[in-house]
């Protein structure tokens, strides 16, 4: 099988926590509003694969307000090496939690218009026991794991978050709550960490059910460079990543369909808050191999 095209639908969650370190219950959850998202998949050979995705068209704009965003990943594997590229870029959030917070607004939720965050990430994953697990196969279904099966999980990842507002990213009426880091205007985070964990997949006794569960726990270093009010800062610190992917359905010789559900979560801390950065999805895919 050379092709194996794949269209899917997609709910991400993208959620972007600014919590003060003086009090736990002070949080601001910012989200992008792309609610929901319909794209397609294709990957040559097991190889190399690029997926584009749409946001579907849905009301609501007035409500959580407008989002831009670029959406962009690539996958390559040979052998036991996994690498996803992965580009995202978001302009526009609103506050989810507005209510809780007593912020007020025109819409429903408190809009933050010229707030940007960008995250930026090159993912490589080896796999010690490929012919026992298929990340492939878990992840993407473009290669077919016929028996059950399991291995260590072992990578390196580099990703860059940026944080950009022309003035300041928590609002005004919030700042007392949020200590001397309040006046935070952007920020550039540069992390490479190191990570290990395991896979495996069940696959019923037909060989076309499959269940798959992979976890990995990353620790490394991370260049933070950020600015609050006027002042800079440039610190190294250490930090922690957790990745998540539960995946399962139909794996026919030639058709395939199912649900895959990912997660990734990184927290940066600076002196008086945090910024954790929440990534995850739930996926419906169907595809087949040409």
């Known amino acids: 099988m050379d092709w194996t095209p794949k269209l899917f639908v997609e709910v991400p969650g993208y959620v972007y926590r600014i ?8 949080e601001i959850a910012l989200q992008p509003n792309t609610r929901s998202l319909v794209g397609f998949y294709l990957n040559y050979r097991d190889t190399f694969g690029v997926r584009l995705s749409f946001r579907i068209p849905e009301e ?56 940007k965050v960008r995250n930026v990430s090159a993912n490589l994953t080896y796999i010690v026991s490929p012919t026992q697990f298929s990340l492939m196969a878990a992840l993407d279904q473009t290669a077919r794991q016929e028996i059950s099966g399991g291995s260590f999980l072992w990578g390196l990842v580099y990703s860059e978050v940026l944080w950009d507002h022309p003035q300041f990213i928590i ?11 309040a006046e935070l205007r952007s920020g550039h985070f540069r992390t490479l960490s190191f990570k290990g964990g395991y896979g495996h997949t069940f696959v019923h006794e ?13 620790i490394g270093v991370q260049s933070r460079s950020y600015q609050v009010g006027a002042e800079k800062f440039a610190p190294w610190r250490e930090a922690y990543k957790v990745d998540i992917a539960i995946s399962g359905g139909y794996a026919g010789e030639r058709y395939f369909s199912g649900i895959l559900a990912v997660a990734d979560d990184t927290v940066f801390r ?21």
């Open 19 to 26: 919590q003060s370190l003086l009090n736990a219950d002070d």
């Open 60 to 115: 609501g704009e007035e409500i959580r307000g407008p989002t831009q965003y670029e959406d962009w990943r690539f996958s390559f594997a040979y052998d036991s090496f996994h690498l996803v590229l992965n580009f995202m870029e978001y302009r526009g959030f609103y506050i989810e939690n507005s209510s809780q917070l007593g912020l007020s607004s025109a819409g429903e939720y408190y809009f933050v218009p010229d707030l």
């Open 171 to 181: 609002p005004l009426p919030l700042q007392p709550r949020f200590g001397e880091d």
């Open 206 to 218: 037909n060989r076309k059910w499959f269940l798959s569960l992979a976890g990995m726990f990353g």
């Open 270 to 290: 600076l002196n008086s808050l945090s910024v954790g950065s929440n990534v995850y999805a739930v996926q419906l895919f169907v595809g087949m191999r040409l």
